[in-house]
């Protein structure tokens, strides 16, 4: 529902634009990320079923901070700031992770190859690009009920804390539109494909598809010389 909103306003705001852009040299994003673990409940391991850790997670929420330099009329490159936070963690007849958190820092280089800006017409205002960007960052777990005491028969509520090193590859597509010179909006829709290796679960492999929605802030422009 948030998505076909987002190009109605998207496609109204584009039929009243009448001012013309200047192209941008600098840009700083700022969004909200929102998204879903794909894969299935369970996973097989070994020949007995056991809950996937990061499939069963049903609240994912983050930010994300990016800054991009036009290096040539299609292609643009910089850095992506990324925070996830996961939580609410339900699988049905398990409560093997009851509780649990995860949270991801990930640091990315961009590369984006977008339409070309012209002077007039659709693509003075609006911008469609796809992106690729490696992966690095930290994965900060916090799990609970993850081991069950048998001599009790009760579960073990104690709290497992552990940071890992993450790596992969995202990649995206997306549009940006211009509201003015100095602001706009973007939205784009995101793969991630990451390892993660820790001894608290097996399926160290997650892939998450994001949508992100925010703002754009121009910083420069490119610079016309008349002579």
């Known amino acids: 529902m948030n998505k076909i909103i987002m190009l109605c306003i ?5 039929i009243n634009a009448h001012s013309q852009m200047l192209e941008d040299k600098n840009n700083l994003y700022l969004g909200y990320q929102n998204g879903f673990y794909l894969g299935d409940a369970l ?3 070994q020949g007995t079923s056991a809950p996937s850790f990061y499939s069963n997670f049903t609240l994912n929420n983050g930010l ?3 800054n991009l330099y036009n290096l040539t009329p299609l292609v643009s490159a910089g850095l992506k700031f990324g925070f996830l936070n996961s939580t609410n963690w339900q699988c049905r007849n398990y409560e093997s992770y009851n509780g649990s958190k995860s949270s991801t820092i990930n640091l990315q ?3 984006q190859l977008h339409t070309k800006f012209q002077k007039n017409g659709l693509y003075n205002r609006v911008k469609i690009f796809g992106e690729i960007s ?8 916090k799990i609970r009920n993850n081991i069950f005491d048998i001599i009790g028969y009760k579960w073990n509520y104690d709290n497992f804390n552990r940071t890992d090193l993450i790596y992969g590859l995202e990649v995206g597509v997306g549009c940006e539109y211009s509201f003015s010179n100095k602001i706009g909006a973007f939205v784009n829709i995101s ?3 990451c390892f993660v290796s820790t001894p608290l679960f097996l399926d160290n492999r997650y892939t998450f598809l ?3 929605i925010g703002v754009r802030l121009n910083i420069s422009k490119v610079k016309r010389f008349k002579y």
């Open 10 to 14: 998207f496609c109204v705001l584009v």
């Open 43 to 45: 996973f097989n391991n």
């Open 64 to 66: 994300e901070v990016k």
């Open 109 to 111: 280089p961009v590369i």
């Open 134 to 141: 490696p992966i690095i960052g930290y994965s900060m777990l």
């Open 191 to 193: 793969r991630q494909e």
């Open 210 to 212: 994001g949508l992100n």
